[in-house]
Structures are given as structure tokens and as C-alpha cells.
């Protein structure tokens, strides 16, 4: 990090402080994941919090002249949205962040036709393969930093610029603050960004990276009697027998869940025992066959997209190639099953 970047970070935080945000053995750096914040002291806690009044709501969001700015309706205090205006063009929006959105979106695009039609078709990404103006690189940008914060979807600065991993930490969330604290041994604080697999993640945040788990992709599937629809909302699990099964509706020839777990690497017995047990319920014949089934069509989807950058070089092609990779191992992680 130049010395630039560090004086601005510190004129940042000490406004942060000014305006009751904790920031406590941090800085900012670059590390193997790019950008992010790392302990001044490994061997110490850090501790961050974002104070409610710092929490920006996205729907307050908009473009000024190319920059990033509050609503003048947004309620937001003066010395609040000079903290953000400050933010956005020293370490966020402006520094780095649109940047990054654009990079992802031109990856996709320079991926070979099949792969893209891929993308398109079987795996419902149209949408990010489209041209994009400046309006759509912003909602894209939002997507991936926002937080929900009791409901409302926000911008956390400072916070934000922690990088995910899924043995990171988690968030610290009162009814007034978003933060996290602890200590990070390799020096990177480190989050759990969400429930998710590593599709999901590559989807919502542009990064590939190795997940603990692997869900279905979002299908409808027919049934001998009616139909089952599989959504793709991993957030929605509820606890049931120390296994998270996913919300599941029943009505006149059709059957909802949430989400549908696959793969598990650290309970492989998980994903068969939680869907048989919710067909069972359901009254569906058959539940192991009806899961193998699932799984395969999941499998095909991401090998036809691994077989479509098999033989092409660059960056493009190897990211969605560790993609696919880590993904199947995931689903692959599915063996045996139990009572529930």
C-alpha cells in the first residue's frame, strides 16, 4: 500500500471515530485476496463497528456526475454524508470498487460463445452477459457489498472492505451496530460473508471460492403426482435435529422448498437424510432416486460448463474451470443418509 493510500485511510478512520465508529487494530492493505483489512498486530484483537447512523441504506443510492451519492430525501445528516462522500472516493466506489464490477462483467464476456450461452440458458445469468450502463454496473456493485441489517439492506463502510471466507468470522449484529472482533491469525480479517455455495458466491460477489456446501440450482421438477419447485435461497434453513432443513410448502399438486442442499463436505450424510425425510412428509414415492435425479442434473449443468473452457487459455477460462471444480466436489460430498 503506498503512503498515499494509508493517509487517506487513517484521515478515514478518524473521521469514523468522529462520528461513534470503532475501528481498533486495523488497516488497510492488500493481501492474496486482493484488497482488504488486516490487524496492525496479529497477535491482538481487532474490533470494528458500524454505528447505525453510518449504516446507508441502498435504496438512498444514486449517481452524481460518475460519483456515488446519497438521496438529498435520505434523512441523512451533513457531517453522515461527508463521511460517505469521502468514502465512496477514497476507498470504495471510486477506488477500486467499480472497477472491480467491471472486471467481473468483462470476464464473463470474454469467455468463449458456448460458455456464455451456458451461462445464459442453463444457468440463468442472461442478465450479467447483457451490455451494461452505468446504472446496471451500480446495482450490480450494491448487490455485492450490501448487508441486511434488520430488514433493510444497507452499505457498511469500513466493514465492507473485509474479505469472505467460509472459516472467517461472523458478523456481530446489535440492534445498533453492525461490527465483528477477535483475532485473525494470518493477520487478515477475515468474514463469513453468508450462507451460500461456491456458485452462489461466484454469482453475487464475482470470486471463486471453496465452500462447504453445494445446493441445487433453482428447478421445477415433475412429479408423478403435480410438481416440485427448488429454489435457491440458502438463507431461509430452519433447524430441525441438529440438520437445517430447508422451508418446504405443500398445496394442490405442488411442492415448494426453499433451497435444496446437495453436497456437504463436512456432514456428507446431510444433503439425502434432510430431502428424504422432506419428501417423506411431502408424500413423495421414492425420495433417494428422486435425489440422485436432482443431483444429476445439477452435476451435467456445471460439467457441460467445465467441457465449454476444457481447451481455451486465459484468465476467463480458468477461473470458471476452478468454478466448476469446486463446485462438483462439493456436490460430490453427499453419501449415505440417515433418520431424521
Not at 52 to 76: M, N, V, W, Y
Not at 293 to 306: G, P, V, Y
Request: one cysteine or more; proline letters at 5%; a neutral charge.
Amino acid at each position: 500500500m503506498s503512503g498515499s493510500d494509508s493517509e487517506a485511510f487513517g484521515a478515514i478512520l478518524q473521521t469514523f471515530r468522529s462520528l461513534g465508529g470503532i475501528a481498533d487494530n486495523v488497516r488497510y492493505g492488500h493481501g492474496v485476496r486482493g484488497r482488504g483489512l488486516f490487524a496492525v498486530d496479529k497477535t491482538m484483537p481487532i474490533h470494528v463497528r458500524v454505528p447505525r447512523s453510518l449504516l446507508f441504506p441502498t435504496k438512498s443510492l444514486g449517481l452524481a456526475e460518475g460519483d456515488l451519492a446519497l438521496a438529498a430525501t435520505s434523512g441523512i445528516g451533513e457531517p453522515q454524508q461527508a463521511f460517505f462522500r469521502t468514502y465512496q472516493g477514497g476507498l470504495s466506489w471510486a477506488a477500486g470498487g467499480r472497477a472491480e464490477v467491471v472486471q467481473f462483467l468483462d470476464l464473463l464476456q470474454a469467455l468463449p460463445e458456448r460458455a456464455r450461452r451456458l451461462l445464459a440458458d442453463d444457468l440463468g445469468l442472461a442478465h450479467l452477459l447483457a451490455p451494461h450502463d452505468e446504472a446496471a454496473i451500480l446495482e450490480r456493485f450494491i448487490r455485492a457489498r450490501h448487508f441486511d441489517f434488520h430488514g433493510q439492506a444497507v452499505l457498511m463502510p469500513i466493514l465492507e472492505l473485509c474479505n469472505h471466507s467460509r472459516d472467517g468470522g461472523e458478523f456481530d449484529v446489535g440492534p445498533d451496530h453492525v461490527g465483528v472482533k477477535g483475532r485473525f491469525d494470518d493477520g487478515e480479517v477475515l468474514l463469513r460473508y453468508s450462507v451460500a455455495d461456491s456458485w452462489q458466491r461466484f454469482v453475487q460477489f464475482g470470486f471463486v471460492a471453496e465452500e462447504r456446501a453445494a445446493f441445487s440450482l433453482p428447478m421445477e421438477i415433475r412429479l408423478p403426482r403435480g410438481r416440485l419447485v427448488i429454489g435457491h435461497d440458502a438463507t431461509a434453513g430452519q433447524p430441525r435435529s441438529g440438520y437445517v432443513v430447508p422451508r418446504m410448502t405443500m398445496g394442490p399438486q405442488l411442492i415448494t422448498l426453499s433451497h435444496l442442499l446437495l453436497g456437504d463436505r463436512d456432514m456428507p450424510h446431510g444433503p439425502r437424510s434432510i430431502f428424504i425425510a422432506a419428501m417423506r412428509q411431502a408424500g413423495v414415492d421414492q425420495p433417494a432416486i428422486l435425489f440422485d435425479r436432482i443431483a444429476h442434473i445439477n452435476r451435467s449443468a456445471f460439467l457441460r460448463l467445465l467441457a465449454a473452457v476444457e481447451d481455451e487459455d486465459g484468465a476467463p477460462a480458468a477461473a470458471i474451470r476452478r468454478l466448476a471444480r469446486v463446485q462438483l466436489e462439493a456436490l460430490s460430498f453427499a453419501v449415505g443418509a440417515r433418520e431424521i
